[in-house]
């Protein structure tokens, strides 16, 4: 994993770091990317991957309405609202 | 006490008020709930109650949300977080009758092993200066260890419960995934994630499991199964309980006094009728490898809802979207989260899915696929819950895969989804020591019945930093 990598996937994860600190960065994930390359000792040509350990299907329930409209209650938590809507910068033009 | 109404429950809310006060130094807190606590306790004492656990002071994790109390996950990000509602077990446990006085300190967003990345400073483990509790949940082990509550909520991803307690010489379970609703909880990797009780023993962590699980509509990995009381087997004899060493478990490595104290438990659950029989997990050597691509893939998952949108942390004057995105998660996040996300997303893109999350998930299903053969040889798995006693603040070093080898022992149980308990069994060099009992899907009560015996017939679990309890 190159610098030029590490770039990529903090934009796809939408983080960014100082310059100083890109070098640590990058090592620290070499280093965790060779440690967790032993799972190629494993054989799984196979087998089935296991995404959770209950393989159950996930329950359905009947679609009707049990959440009241609390409003006001979510738009305290945000960082900038107004009466009625939760503000971000101007995204349109 | 309270039951025997020695004490009043305004004065059990007060001294454990008092408590705090005087163990400030262990940073276990992150917020407290002292006025509403005070207003429970009095109401209490006014009209009294027959609840199971009416008026025991509980410390809450600081990862369960609850209503109208600031819950921060440990993380700059949620410092300002207040939820308009409470995860099913705080729900749970409240029915019962228990008051939450305050919510823990712990890892930023469970991720960590000593506690040392939260942004609220580290938490101090009572047992000696300058000593890590373990983490994730670290202020509730250390509360805990402290006698400051006779129990506390964690949750267990990797090891979260387990490794903390037996740092800080207490008694904690990470129960079968789904036990416990998830709902409420702020979620780390949720196919691992596990809400559990921290307490002084076995018993007190029965009957906190009574009352935490239950099954939830609001949760679709909430398991729909039956409910034991969780006490019923505490005293049944263990004569005859097969035990499981992990042949592939390699005890050379570990300290020898910690090997020592490993071997004494065996011996002492021989003399109580246990038979030991060595079993092999072939793939066992493989969990933390697999751990570090499944957690990280899910969290960087997870982890995407906190974008300064909504709610948590917002950056300042930011210039667009994209800037308020980028700025509000960069500043938000600790380095351990950003490790994460980072090799989270790497994991997870184009061209190394299959070569990353795909194998993950297939040698997640070898180490499951392991334990169901060995269950079918024995009734519980007993392995040291870690490799050491709680060591120094800092001394793990900048390299961040020393810390993800204090999990080596416990990260197995979360990715086959059992059951699993630390119980303190020894002291070295002035430091508790905890093995692991792991159980079969469901079987809780055969590892608690396991720790009851041990805890009924030694006295580890009541040594305490301050001498041991009578």
């Known amino acids: 994993m190159d610098k030029k990598t590490v770039r990529t996937i903090a934009h796809l994860s939408r983080l960014t770091f100082d310059e100083k600190n890109e070098e640590k960065i990058t090592n620290d994930l070499n280093n965790i990317i060779k440690f967790v390359d032993q799972l190629n000792d494993a054989e799984t040509s196979d087998i089935e991957p296991l995404t959770s350990p209950l393989e159950k299907v996930a329950r359905t329930r009947p679609d009707n309405v049990t959440a009241e409209n609390r409003k006001e209650a979510f738009l305290k938590n945000a960082p900038l609202s107004n009466e009625d809507y939760i503000l971000v910068p101007r995204v349109v033009e | 006490m309270l039951q025997k109404k020695e004490i009043s429950n305004k004065e059990m809310v007060e001294d454990t008020f008092t408590l705090i006060e005087s163990n400030k130094h262990l940073n276990a807190f992150v917020t407290l709930n002292k006025e509403v606590s005070l207003k429970k306790a009095e109401n209490l004492d006014n009209n009294p109650s027959n609840l199971p656990l009416a008026g025991i ?3 809450q994790k600081d990862l369960f949300c609850t209503k109208d109390l600031r819950t921060t996950c440990g993380s700059n990000m949620l410092s300002n977080f207040i939820p308009p509602y409470s995860a099913t077990v705080i729900e749970n446990l409240e029915s019962a009758g228990c008051i939450s006085i305050g919510k823990t300190n712990m890892d930023e967003f469970a991720m960590g092993s000593s506690n040392e990345t939260s942004f609220f400073g580290n938490v101090e483990n009572p047992w000696g200066e300058g000593l890590v509790p373990g983490g994730s949940s670290g202020g509730s082990a250390s509360a805990v260890a402290a006698g400051i509550v006779a129990a506390a909520s964690g949750t267990d991803t990797g090891g979260s419960i387990r490794q903390p307690a037996s740092l800080c010489g ?24 596990q809400a559990g009780p921290m307490a002084r023993t076995a018993e007190d962590c029965a009957l906190m499991l009574n009352e935490m699980c239950s099954h939830d509509p609001k949760d679709t990995t909430s398991l729909d ?32 006094d910690v090997v020592k104290v490993f071997e004494e438990s065996k011996r002492h659950y021989e003399s109580l009728g246990a038979e030991f029989i060595e079993i092999s997990l072939p793939n066992i050597s493989l969990s933390v490898p697999t751990y570090y691509v499944v957690a990280p893939a899910e969290c960087s998952s997870n982890l995407s809802r906190f974008d300064g949108v909504k709610f948590g942390r917002r950056c300042e004057n930011p210039k667009d979207l994209e800037d308020l995105y980028v700025r509000s998660r960069s500043e938000g996040f600790g380095d351990e989260v950003k490790r994460r996300i980072l090799i989270g997303s790497y994991v997870l893109s184009a061209g190394f899915y299959d070569a990353y999350y795909k194998k993950a998930q297939q040698v997640r299903r070898l180490i499951k696929n392991d334990f169901v053969s060995a269950f079918e040889k024995v009734d519980v798995i007993m392995s040291p819950t870690t490799r050491g006693t709680a060591f120094k603040a800092g001394s793990m070093g900048s390299d961040p895969i020393q810390m993800y080898l204090e999990d080596l022992f416990t990260i197995p149980a979360n990715l086959a989804g059992l059951p699993a308990m630390s119980v303190p069994n020894g ?38 930093p301050n001498g041991d309890i009578s």
């Open chain 2, 170 to 193: 207490i008694t904690g379970l990470k129960p079968t995934y789904g036990r416990i609703s998830r709902w409420g909880m702020i979620a780390f990797a949720s196919s691992l994630d």
């Open chain 2, 57 to 59: 002071p509980i410390a």
């Open chain 2, 427 to 464: 002291i070295v060099d002035n430091k508790p020591v905890g093995m692991q009992l792991i159980g079969n899907f469901l079987e809780e009560s055969k590892i608690l019945q396991a720790a009851h015996s041990f805890q009924t017939s030694t006295d580890w679990h009541l040594k305490t």
């Open chain 2, 225 to 256: 199964e039956n409910i034991p009381d969780f006490t019923q087997n505490l005293n049944s004899s263990i004569k005859g309980m097969k035990i499981g060493l992990v042949k592939e478990f390699d005890l050379s490595k570990l300290d020898n």
